[in-house]
């Protein structure tokens, strides 16, 4: 099964880190620096899995997350936040507005690689 990957971040460091802990677990990703060209890259290329920054300079990405389920093609890609934003009911909050998965920033490999593995296992045997 190919996997594509699409990282939604505005900060060219995190973009760096986290393109560079998949590519050393063998994936490929690609990159949007906004949540509009986010929804444009996804209706273009389907990824397999998306990590979206919560936190993005036009809109923000639960309004992101919200937008992309509209469409039947993404109702059931998994979604994973990957944010800032740890404080108390941070993560319900977040995984109550669409996202499947949840990582505090700063992230390490491990996390973020269990985290893809992880639903890619889910969506080889849906």
């Known amino acids: 099964m190919d996997t594509t990957i699409l990282y ?3 900060n060219p460091q995190n973009m760096r880190l986290v393109r560079k802990m ?3 677990a063998g994936f490929d990703m690609l990159e949007a620096q906004d949540g509009f060209t986010g929804i444009e890259m ?7 899995i998306i990590l979206m920054d919560m936190n993005l300079p036009d809109i923000d990405g639960l309004e992101v997350t919200a937008r992309l389920r509209e469409y039947p093609q993404f109702a059931h890609t998994p979604i994973i936040a990957l944010t800032a934003n740890a404080m108390h009911g941070d993560r319900e909050r977040i995984t109550s507005g669409g996202c ?3 990582l505090a920033k700063p992230i390490t490999r491990n996390e973020l690689v269990n985290m893809v593995n992880r639903f890619l296992v889910v969506r080889q045997t849906a």
């Open 8 to 10: 939604v971040e505005d």
């Open 22 to 24: 998949l590519n050393s």
């Open 42 to 48: 996804a209706l273009q290329h389907n990824p397999t």
């Open 100 to 102: 499947d998965g949840y």
